[in-house]
């Protein structure tokens, strides 16, 4: 037994045997991860994961319609658009909202519809209160008479379109798109705002970005080439934005900032200008806080890619005949650009998603995709809405991270 | 005490290439890392500069690459002041100990970045490249990165890179530390051979005595910012001007004593245990001084004739077997450390610890210093 084992050991195992017990092996020291790593994943997906894609659900979402108007929705199978539905489909209508008389989902139903066409949660609220109890001759006549509304076929169009368990309405909304009687088209000029708002937030984040490479990069340079104390020194300074509230930073914005504030006063003071800089409530304010946020966030990545660049690279350039111009453009530059992909990466993402500091310190035109996702969350309580423009912020940066990557490479974009 | 040692012939009335004059370095203002240096170094030659970790070596060699300033003193290069030129602009080629290949090119873009920098054309480059590649035997490298080549592999890349741009001039601060030491003596045969073939003026540092000896044409002997003794490796060897050169290069045997009688060539010194030995003097000594004997254990003689000017009998310490040769440790004179080295094979060398022998060797093989701290 002993000595045939060891046969084995010397001459079978190396083929087969041998990667079985390595991928034993392995799955051993797997499963070890996965023991360890199991608190931070269940946490992550039961307050994360989850949440957010149960959030992402609600973009397509279309619970109400279908609940409250079983009977419509099904009368409405056989109605073509363009005409005034028939008899069936009026006494449908009527049996559903005579259903919600006196119950909260007649205004639940209200919101949801209005939000496809504006005044249809009127006409849901007259009607139901309305309704007589009795039987009617006919449903079509007494609901005319109810509101006249009901002879327009947008309505019926709305209630038609959006009959199904699941609906585009959101994310084409998102779009400023809609479902009109020719099929999907563009919303009229005043209602299209979110277009717009996807421009604007890349332009801001774009912005942001270049502001923030523009003043870390010499920042960094310099505190990964000072000595140790100072270099410390400098790294406290560019974490104090880590260490002060929202609302210490922007009181001091304002202070700074605001027309008779300290910025405008020294200007004038100097002469530099005449009149008094607007620098709050417009597009300058908003870039100048969020470049005060975020530059730690540029700076610490490029920084620590920097301090990994051994001096004696650029000593061996110099030695090979390059000017310090042509070192830093042919070797610093290039060896710094993980650093750089991997600060504006992060930059990048985290301005797409600010809300605060601009809903603060910007106008009205300068709020960005997360302060209208707050808005239809908090305000217009609009979830699906909501949950739409998160669908495309994540999308946008899921994009942007792709051809990044592809760009300069996924494993440069990691933060050391 | 600058020890200005015979230059190699040929070149002996050549202008030299390199010329420190004077030169001091302090980094602190207070220290002097290089103090008072002089040092001619002559066209074509292979200069090392040898010395225990801290002497300076490094300084002296980046204030001639042009990366730290002297303090004080100029250099010149070819007879023009160097002195605050900025590196990039001096033409010399730098080898670093740790190769500082450009981590985001390939090999062939690493040999061809001085060529690039210098616009020389993309054919003449990559025929330059090629020919590099091949002289250091990489010929199949130049695609890789410097992080996929070995050791070795990378020092060779990190020299083309300093050859390929045809300086006259080629400064090694301790090329071959990291590598292990059977590709250290083939690395230092193919550097000596391409040193041959090129016929450019090398500065060598290391702190390693046996890869200075078998390598340059002169050595330097750093010691605690000053050049102890500048020679050729065997006068170096044979006639060392001070205790610390003795010390440094070679194996050596110490002995300390008191000098008890001068004469014309000789000094008698007696050691802690009155045994009284016979050397030469290589500082003025007087009777009365502190002072140490060093001897190479190679000129001790297991059948000391009577010739020799000491003979004595010492027990055997220690026995230790070095595959060549046998290494007796012995006690003489108070020392415990005395070392003597018997080729094998050698029936002596089965010497029992305790065992007493006769050695014995010439008082022109023994050379007596004064103590430092007397
Ligand atoms: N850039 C520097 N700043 C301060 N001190 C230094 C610097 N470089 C070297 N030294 C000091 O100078 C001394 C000699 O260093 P170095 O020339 O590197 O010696 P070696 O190369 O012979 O080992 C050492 O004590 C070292 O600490
Ligand atoms: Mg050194």
Not at chain 1, 28 to 38: E, P
Not at chain 1, 401 to 412: H, I, Q, W
């Given at each position: 037994?002993?000595?045939?084992?060891?046969?084995?050991?010397?001459?079978?195992?190396?083929?087969?045997?041998?990667?079985?017990?390595?991928?034993?092996?392995?799955?051993?020291?797997?499963?070890?991860?996965?023991?360890?790593?199991?608190?931070?994943?269940?946490?992550v997906a039961l307050l994360f994961v989850i949440p957010i894609l149960l959030f992402l659900f609600r973009s397509v979402d279309n619970a109400e319609i279908p609940t409250l108007l079983p009977k419509t929705a099904v009368a409405l199978d056989t109605w073509r658009d363009g005409e005034i539905p028939g008899e069936p489909v009026f006494a449908a209508l009527a049996s559903d909202l005579h259903a919600l008389k006196g119950s909260p989902d007649a205004a639940l139903l209200g919101r949801r519809l209005n939000f496809a066409v504006p005044g249809y949660r009127r006409l849901i609220t007259r009607t139901v209160t309305s309704l007589p109890g009795t039987q009617m001759a006919s449903a079509k006549e007494t609901l005319a008479a109810i509101d006249k509304s009901w002879l327009d076929p947008v309505y019926w169009r709305t209630l038609k379109s959006q009959s199904g368990r699941i609906t585009d309405f959101y994310l084409l909304s998102a779009l400023d798109l809609q479902r009109g009687a020719g099929g999907i088209e563009k919303v009229s000029g005043e209602q299209a705002i979110f277009m717009s708002l996807y421009g604007r937030t890349l332009y801001t984040a774009f912005g942001v970005t270049a502001l923030c490479l523009l003043i870390g990069y010499p920042v960094a340079a310099v505190m990964a080439a000072a000595r140790p104390a100072v270099a410390n020194w400098l790294l406290s300074l560019v974490l104090i934005p880590f260490w002060t509230s929202l609302l210490v930073r922007t009181t001091a914005w304002v202070v700074l900032l605001q027309t008779e504030g300290l910025v405008n006063k020294v200007l004038l003071q100097l002469g530099v200008i005449s009149e008094p800089l607007k620098l709050m409530f417009n597009t300058a304010g908003v870039f100048i806080a969020m470049v005060h946020v975020l530059l730690p966030y540029m700076i610490l990545p490029v920084y620590s890619v920097m301090k990994g660049i051994s001096p004696v690279h650029l000593r061996a350039a110099a030695s090979l005949g390059a000017n310090p111009a042509t070192v830093f453009r042919t070797v610093y530059l290039p060896l710094t650009i993980p650093g750089v992909a991997a600060g504006c990466t992060l930059v990048f993402v985290l301005s797409l998603g600010f809300y605060v500091t601009p809903a603060l310190v910007g106008g009205p035109g300068d709020q960005m995709i997360g302060y209208f996702i707050a808005y239809f969350t908090n305000s217009a309580v609009n979830w699906g809405l909501a949950s739409a423009l998160g669908v495309f912020l994540l999308l946008l940066i899921g994009v942007i991270?792709?051809?990044?990557?592809?760009?300069?490479?996924?494993?440069?974009l990691k933060v050391r | 005490m600058n020890a200005i040692a015979p230059l190699p012939s040929e070149a002996g009335t050549a202008w030299p290439i390199v010329r420190f004059a004077g030169v001091r370095k302090s980094y602190d203002g207070e220290n002097l890392i290089v103090k008072d240096l002089d040092?001619?170094?002559?066209?074509?030659?292979?200069l090392t500069l040898l010395g225990p970790s801290g002497s300076g070596k490094t300084t002296t060699l980046m204030m001639l690459a042009g990366f730290e300033i002297p303090t004080e003193g100029t250099i010149l290069?070819?007879?023009?002041?160097?002195?605050?030129?900025?590196?990039?602009?001096?033409?010399?080629?730098?080898?670093?100990?740790?190769?500082?290949?450009f981590p985001h090119m390939t090999i062939g873009q690493n040999i061809a970045y001085p060529l690039r920098i210098r616009g020389v054309t993309a054919t003449e480059t990559e025929r330059r490249v090629e020919e590099a590649l091949t002289m250091v035997k990489l010929g199949?490298?130049?695609?890789?990165?410097?992080?996929?080549?070995?050791?070795?592999?990378?020092?060779r890349a990190a020299l083309a890179r300093a050859l390929v741009f045809r300086p006259e001039l080629v400064l090694l601060d301790e090329p071959l530390g990291a590598l292990d030491k059977q590709l250290r003596e083939q690395m230092q045969y193919e550097l000596k051979q391409l040193h041959e073939e090129l016929k450019v003026t090398m500065v060598y540092v290391t702190h390693d005595q046996t890869e200075a000896l078998t390598m340059s044409d002169r050595i330097a002997v750093f010691n605690d910012g000053r050049i102890q003794q500048l020679a050729t490796p065997a006068d170096l060897y044979e006639n060392p001007l001070n205790a610390f050169?003795?010390?440094?290069?070679?194996?050596?045997?110490?002995l300390v004593g008191d000098v008890v009688d001068t004469g014309l060539s000789a000094v008698s010194i007696r050691l802690a245990d009155g045994t009284v030995v016979r050397g030469k003097a290589v500082d003025e000594l007087r009777k009365g001084d502190r002072a140490v004997l060093s001897l190479r254990p190679e000129r001790v003689s297991l059948d000391p004739t009577d010739s020799f000017a000491n003979v004595l009998s010492a027990p055997v310490e220690k026995v230790i077997y070095l595959g060549d040769a046998t290494r007796l440790i012995l006690r003489v004179g108070g020392s415990e450390e005395f070392s003597v080295k018997i080729p094998n094979p050698d029936d002596r060398a089965t010497m029992m610890r305790g065992d007493a022998i006769r050695i014995g060797w010439r008082d022109t093989d023994c050379r007596a210093f004064r103590l430092a701290n007397s």
């Open positions: 037994m002993q000595a045939s084992l060891e046969m084995m050991g010397e001459t079978e195992i190396p083929k087969m045997g041998l990667r079985t017990l390595v991928r034993r092996a392995e799955r051993r020291h797997f499963m070890t991860m996965l023991a360890l790593m199991a608190p931070s994943v269940i946490f991270y792709l051809a990044l990557g592809k760009l300069v490479g996924f494993d440069k | 040092l001619d170094i002559v066209r074509g030659e292979f290069l070819g007879g023009r002041n160097i002195t605050n030129l900025p590196p990039h602009r001096r033409g010399i080629g730098v080898v670093f100990q740790n190769y500082a290949l199949a490298f130049a695609e890789r990165r410097p992080a996929q080549l070995s050791g070795g592999q990378q020092q050169v003795a010390e440094f290069v070679g194996e050596n045997n110490r």
